[in-house]
T-cell receptor, first 113, second 116 residues
Framework: GQQVMQIPQYQHVQEGEDFTTYCNSS?????IQWYKQRPGGHPVFLIQ?????EVKKQKRLTFQFGEAKKNSSLHITATQTTDVGTYFCAGRGSGGGADGLTFGKGTHLIIQP | DTGVSQDPRHKITKRGQNVTFRCDPI?????LYWYRQTLGQGPEFLTY????????KSRLLSDRFSAERPKGSFSTLEIQRTEQGDSAMYLCASSLPRTGNNYGYTFGSGTRLTVV
């Protein structure tokens, strides 16, 4: 079945440094979504990418979808303490029919003062 | 309608007992999903409804698990003969139909199940 892998599992950064998490799928995706989960909270939808090579920005966050639609990345510029949490990518296969998203294991962002 | 509601928030049960969780989605959302999340892992897909029809079930959903959405509104997830391995956070999510470019899930706060 479809697998979605994320690296790194943990990332420690100093406040103000940049952060990037990478997502790779074993199969071609029809789209990819990104979610953020704060400690003790539930996943919150950030964005969806659909087109090959798509790049979207939300303030300090930049999301990219690979040309082959098998990988994606999230980059945060100048991290702030409010960015703490786990970032998940979630993909939907391109085979049609199946609608459930497959989530990666997430990247835990830890910000050191 | 402030979001997806799940009840109860926490459930402790003895091994072998049956438990039932409830999810009330956002009223305009016709799609409803159940996921399971264990510590340090991403959510794992369990099942999905479009209105009252259960359209997809994961291999993770053993015979002890059953989900319903009888009127296309709220949903229940029942686990029979609970096992310690069922201990997890059970998340419900809802969404609009797959139209537009920013279609995402709205998750509830989850039901944390502990089987002792």
């Amino acid at each position: 079945g479809q697998q979605v892998m994320q690296i790194p599992q943990y990332q420690h950064v100093q406040e103000g440094e940049d952060f990037t998490t990478y997502c790779n799928s074993s199969t071609t995706l029809s789209n990819i979504q990104w979610y953020k989960q704060r400690p003790g909270g539930h996943p919150v939808f950030l964005i969806q990418l659909v087109k090959s090579g798509e790049v979207k920005k939300q303030k300090r966050l930049t999301f990219q979808f690979g040309e082959a639609k098998k990988n994606s990345s999230l980059h945060i510029t100048a991290t702030q303490t409010t960015d703490v949490g786990t970032y998940f990518c979630a993909g939907r296969g391109s085979g049609g029919g199946a609608d459930g998203l497959t989530f990666g294991k997430g990247t835990h962002l830890i910000i050191q003062p | 309608d402030t979001g997806v509601s799940q009840d109860p928030r926490h459930k402790i049960t003895k091994r072998g007992q049956n438990v039932t969780f409830r999810c009330d989605p956002i009223s305009e959302h016709n799609r409803l999903y159940w996921y399971r999340q264990t510590l340090g892992q991403g959510p794992e897909f369990l099942t999905y409804f479009q209105n009252e029809a259960q359209l997809e079930k994961s291999r993770l959903l053993s015979d002890r698990f059953s989900a319903e959405r009888p009127k296309g509104s709220f949903s229940t997830l029942e686990i029979q003969r609970t096992e310690q391995g069922d201990s997890a956070m059970y998340l419900c999510a809802s969404s609009l139909p797959r139209t537009g470019n920013n279609y995402g899930y709205t998750f509830g706060s989850g039901t944390r199940l502990t089987v002792v």
